[in-house]
């Protein structure tokens, strides 16, 4: 099956800088929007299907969260970025799903581009799917790739109490807070993964299997999936925090120290599942590795304590009539006694050696 980012890059290549090609997962379902305003006072929040409608009464004095989910309508994306004057180089960021996380600082806007990550407890999978926002006065627009569960339920919550810091700071608190939601799913994901990481280290401690070795290599897939995902967001805090963009006050400047020290943790805790996760497979290797010997030693004694009597088979099973002991009586008892005297005697050897 052909690799779909292999293909979306292939359709990309000769197009001229901001050309608006979207390289996600074809869909058919139109995208839908959602406003949500407040001030110190006052929360109102509303879904849409047409952006028309969606804009309409925004007023001044309030912080407006515009969320756009489905980014495969191109036109929509164009439109929208005519709409608010946001650079064609963003909307292709917007509609490249492949892009890195990033943060960049335009004349009247900022965007920042972010992994948002989820996982699924019915397939045991991690579920990525691509998040821009971008800060506009006192507006705040997310991109969401796909529609239905996302980060933000704990920032609508807030918002919907009309109570707490979110409603006395301005948009760019509302930008970092939807930063943050983020992040702290990455926990959540590495919570799930670390239970999975246990589960496996203590059946691989009582027996090595091969279905084992597709697991850690599975988990391993996902590790590096995540820290693909995380490790620029360390770029895209400090990027943030240097910029003199007057959008982020001072005040948010504050908050977004502790999302950096969120993110560091992150990196810190992928790191070590990776690192548990190399060992696991060593420790996979390793106890295969001595399960071959055990069975090789075994087999190695067994052939040991038979290739002497072996031997005596040979020589006396030969076709010769004339043989010294061929006519003793008790030649075939004394034969069966020499053999069953070396076996246990090899066997007693290879006891006291503690080969056995």
Known sequence: MPNRDAISR????GQPPGALLYTGTPRDAK??????SYNEKTQTAHTYNNLERCLEGLTDGSVHWLNIEGLHDTDLVASIGERFGIHPLTLEDVLNTQTRPKFEDY????????????????????VTEQLVLILKDQMVITFQEKDGEDAFDHVRHRIKSVRGRIHKLGADYLYYALM??????????LERIGDMVETL?????EGPSPEMMRQLHHLKRKMILLRKSVWPLREL????????????TEHTHLYLRDLRDHIVLVLDTVETYRDLLSGLMDLYLSSVSNRMNEVMKVLAIISTVFIPVTF???VYGMNFDIMPELHEPRAYYILWTVMIVLMVSQVIYFKKRKWL
Do not use: C, W
């Open 107 to 126: 004349e009247g806007y900022l965007v920042a581009i972010l992994k948002m990550i989820r996982f699924d407890p019915t397939s045991q999978e991690v």
């Open 31 to 36: 995208a839908t929007f959602s406003m949500i």
């Open 312 to 314: 005596l088979a040979g």
């Open 237 to 248: 805090i400090n990027n943030m925090e240097r910029s003199d963009n007057p959008q982020l």
């Open 201 to 205: 280290e203590e059946a691989l401690i």
């Open 10 to 13: 292939k359709h990309k290549l």
């Open 180 to 189: 943050d939601a983020v992040v702290d799913y990455y926990f959540e994901v």
